[in-house]
C-alpha cells in the first residue's frame, strides 16, 4: 500500500493524494519527525561513543541504568526484582522474549487486532498463535474473553506467555484503566496455580500517553503484587521515544517477585544476544543515556515531544469529531499514533479498492482499516472521514 500511495503521488501530485500509511511520527509539511533535542547531542558525541562494541552483549551498563529507571519512573525501587538488557529496537525485545520463553510448538496469546510483527515472530519461532478479542461489546478491553484463552492455554502447555500492547495501542489508539490493569494481574495471579504466566507488555508508544509521564505509568504499581511464578516484560522503544528510528535501540525491563524468573530470563537472553545480534549500536544507547542522565537535557527533550502529543490530540480530535459526526465507525481512540475504522473482515479489501480509487491509501489491518494520523497533517485530515464514510457506503 505504501508503494501504491508513492506511485499515486507521483501521477497525480502529493496535493491530490491523501496518504495516511506511514507509521511514524511525521511533521505538518510531511516531513519525518526529527526531535532537535535528541539531533543536537547525537551530532556532539564523541568517536568512542559511537564506533567501539558495546560493554557487554546485553548492553552498556550506563544505557541499562536509565532505562530502567526511564521505564519504570516511579516505581523502579517499589519492585523487589529488577533486570534489563538492550534489544535492537522494541521489535528485537518482542521477538526474544517469544524465543526464550516458549518452546517451539507451544502457544503465544496475542490480541486479534494488533501489531501483524507478532504473528511473524511467532512463526519465526516455530510458534502456536491464539488470539484474544481485545474489545468486547461495550468496547471495553474483553477481560473475559482474555480470561478463557490464558486458561486455556495454561491447562494445555503449564505456561502463559501474552502480550498486552498498552498504552497507546496499535493500531487503535485504545489505552487501558487502572482497574482493567488490576484485573489482568488478578487473573495471572490466580492462574499461577498451575504454572509460570509470562506478561509481555509492549510499551513502544507509551511516551505519547496524553496522561503524562507519571499518570502513563500508574498502571505499574498493580505489579508490585505479583506471585512469585509470575513475570512481567516490558519492551520498550527509542525509536519511538527518541524519534531515531535507523538508530535500532530498544530494551526489555522485566520484573517479578522470584529473583530465579528474572536470572533465567537473562541468561536465556545472553545466549540470543551473542547468538543473534551480537552487539547493539553503542552510539543509540549513549544517545539514550546522555539524555536521561542530564535534566537540562532531557527537559528539553519532554517539552519538545509534548508539542507534538498536542499535535497528535489535534489531529485525532479532527478525525474522531467528524466520524462522530458522518457515523464512520471507529475502534474507541484515547490516545497514540494511530486510528483503526471498525469494518467486517470481508468488506476491508473491497472498501480499500473503493478508497484507492479516490486516491486515499490507507492501511489494512484485523477487522479494520488503520488511519495513521501520526504521519498525516491536520489540512488533510480535515474532511477525511466524511469522505471515507462517502466513499464506503
Not at 496535493?15 to 532537535?36: K, M, Q, S
Request: charged share 30%; proline share 3%.
Amino acid at each position: 500500500m505504501v508503494k501504491k500511495a508513492q506511485d499515486a503521488k507521483i501521477k497525480y501530485g502529493e496535493e491530490n493524494v491523501i496518504d495516511v500509511t506511514l507509521g511514524a511520527l511525521c511533521t505538518e509539511d510531511g516531513r519525518l519527525t526529527i526531535f532537535d533535542s535528541v539531533s543536537e547531542v547525537y551530532k556532539n558525541l564523541g568517536n568512542m561513543d559511537i564506533a567501539p562494541y558495546a560493554e557487554s552483549f546485553i548492553g552498556d551498563r550506563d544505557f541499562l541504568k536509565e532505562m530502567k529507571s526511564w521505564v519504570l519512573g516511579q516505581y523502579e525501587y517499589k519492585f523487589i526484582n529488577v533486570g534489563a538488557l538492550a534489544t535492537p529496537g522494541g521489535s528485537g525485545s518482542v521477538s526474544s522474549t517469544f524465543k526464550n520463553i516458549l518452546d517451539p510448538g507451544q502457544t503465544v496469546l496475542i490480541p486479534n487486532i494488533g501489531w501483524v510483527s507478532y504473528k511473524i515472530m511467532a512463526i519465526e519461532h516455530d510458534l502456536k498463535v491464539e488470539t484474544y478479542e481485545l474489545f468486547d461489546e461495550n468496547d471495553e478491553f474483553n477481560i473475559k474473553d482474555f480470561k478463557e484463552k490464558a486458561t486455556r492455554i495454561m491447562k494445555a502447555q503449564g505456561k502463559v506467555l501474552s502480550v498486552i500492547n498498552d498504552p497507546c495501542h496499535n493500531p487503535t489508539g485504545y489505552s487501558m484503566s487502572n482497574s482493567q490493569w488490576k484485573d489482568i494481574v488478578d487473573l495471572m495471579n490466580d492462574l499461577s496455580k498451575d504454572g509460570n504466566f509470562v506478561l509481555l507488555n509492549d510499551i513502544a508508544y507509551i511516551d505519547y500517553s496524553v496522561r503524562g509521564y507519571n499518570e502513563s505509568r500508574k498502571y505499574m504499581e498493580n505489579f508490585i503484587d505479583l506471585s512469585p511464578k509470575n513475570l512481567v516484560i516490558f519492551s520498550f522503544s527509542c525509536s519511538k521515544t527518541l524519534t531515531e528510528y535507523g538508530l535500532r535501540v530498544g530494551g526489555s525491563v522485566f520484573i517479578s517477585n522470584e529473583k530465579k524468573n528474572i536470572d533465567e530470563y537473562m541468561t536465556a537472553n545472553e545466549f540470543t544476544c551473542r547468538g543473534i545480534w551480537s552487539n547493539i549500536p553503542k552510539g543509540g544507547m549513549k544517545l539514550f543515556s546522555k539524555i536521561q542522565s542530564d535534566k537540562i537535557l532531557k527537559d528539553k527533550l519532554i517539552e519538545e515531544r509534548d508539542s507534538y502529543i498536542k499535535l497528535l490530540e489535534k489531529r485525532s480530535k479532527i478525525f474522531l469529531e467528524e466520524a462522530r459526526e458522518v457515523g464512520l465507525e471507529v475502534y474507541p481512540y484515547k490516545e497514540g499514533f494511530f486510528i483503526t475504522l471498525k469494518m467486517e473482515s470481508e468488506k476491508i479489501k473491497e472498501n480499500l479498492e473503493k478508497l484507492n480509487k479516490e486516491n486515499i491509501y490507507p492501511i489494512e489491518v484485523a477487522h479494520g482499516i488503520r488511519i495513521a494520523i501520526c504521519g498525516s497533517s491536520v489540512k488533510k485530515l480535515k474532511g477525511l472521514a466524511k469522505k471515507i464514510k462517502n466513499i464506503i457506503s
